[in-house]
């Protein structure tokens, strides 16, 4: 009995037990807060964004149209077996579902399961593995992998992440009122623009075709585009134009340089402040041509509500064989004409009556104006453009953001989703040699000679006790 009663209260004994228990309550609180993170982690983003441009870091333009979602949807990830997962769009739409209970991320394999995904096809475009499917279950939308990064001038590398930037855009376009229509006019020689057509489909807008002599300018429609017509409005058409105008409607008119002369529709562009010059743009920044092709160029993207997101997010547009745009004011007639895309001052623009007529740039390619009628207190925008092709399926991906952005805005004074991509790329830390060689002291020598002398202390304490 003594002898058991000298072994619990040994000093040893005391301090040996004290320490296990101290490392059994260590490993206990470990585990709790392990199953506590992992509870809460379901429910709330705890990660830290430790990269240098934050590229997990949601924008505060995301959180509010993220919140505001009040109906389920689904994002699915398009993505087979065989195929490395995209890791960092995978954590960021964490982030997203983290947001809002109405979230549901799911993975299909295309591979496995083709009918998953088969409804998702459109006729713009094909399902492809790391494509991500947003679906309420009216409507859908689809952000392709080739379309989460971005080429930089700078590095040129895909090294900019704009997953946030779509995948906030698509969750937008989802919510949008399930009523905005568009009609393109029909029966004067207008030019089909599908690839736009469909882009306008894609973006949950409907669209129809409407022959403006019979039908007139119904207002069922949000808006109507005209594309490059051969033959002329009749004054009919245009009065029923400027009745449709006047109920707060909105309008763009595309023009091309083999339009020929409008008399009725140029001279109602005229009366608003705006004139479509016969003439054809040349680019002289050969900076800003593409394929050694002067007419083709990328113009500088003027600021507006149109454009912010375009500009802050350094988006290039391309253009091709345009027409100048001449305002006639800036502000005047209760019509306000703003600039959206313009050549630069080294661009000329030569007129198709006589050839000794050149003008010098910079030159308007697109306007906006906006009219306030008086008495209806209506207001309504008018969209010119000098060149159709802007919208050709060859041009359309690079001008896509810019022309739904445009008929976003002109519908509904819808605001832009503004979100900057990210660089993936991490700077360089570029240390000299003796810097390296202190900190190699430090690691492989000093510090584990640090711990050595400090587990000797220890020892040598513990075997005295």
Sequence with gaps: ?????????????????????????????????????????????????????????????????????????????????????????????????????????????????PMSVQKYNTLNSNITNGSIILDNGEKFRIVPSSELRSYSSYTGQNDQFQAEYKITSALLSLSKASDMAVAFTQGHGEATLNAAEQALKDDNIAVEKVHTLSEGFSDEYNMFIIVSPKTDFTPEEIDYLDNYLRSGKSIQIYFDVDTPHLPKLEGYLYDNGIVVERNAVYEGDTTRVLSNTPYCFVPDVKPHSITNAIVSNKINVVTYLSRSIKPLWEEKNLVKIEPLLTSTAKSVAFSAENPNDVAQGPLNLAVVATKTYENSKETSKIFVMGSSLFLSEQFLPMNEDFFLSSVNWQIDNTNVVNIRPKSVLSSRLDIKQQDYDIWRLVFIIFIPVLVLVWGLVTWIRRRHL
């Design 1 to 113: 009995m003594k002898g058991l009663k000298k072994f619990f209260t040994d000093k040893r004994f005391i301090y040996g037990s004290g320490s296990v228990a101290t490392f059994a309550g260590f490993v206990a609180v470990v585990i709790l807060l392990n199953l506590i993170v992992g509870t809460l982690s379901d429910k709330f983003t705890l990660k830290i964004d430790l990269t240098e441009n934050k590229i997990f870091e949601l924008s505060e333009q995301t959180i509010e149209i993220a919140k505001s979602i009040d109906k389920p949807v689904d994002i699915i990830v398009v993505q087979s077996a065989t195929s490395q997962e995209d890791t960092q769009t995978r954590e960021l739409l964490t982030r997203y579902v983290n947001l809002n209970k109405n979230f549901r991320l799911s993975t299909v394999d295309p591979v496995k399961n």
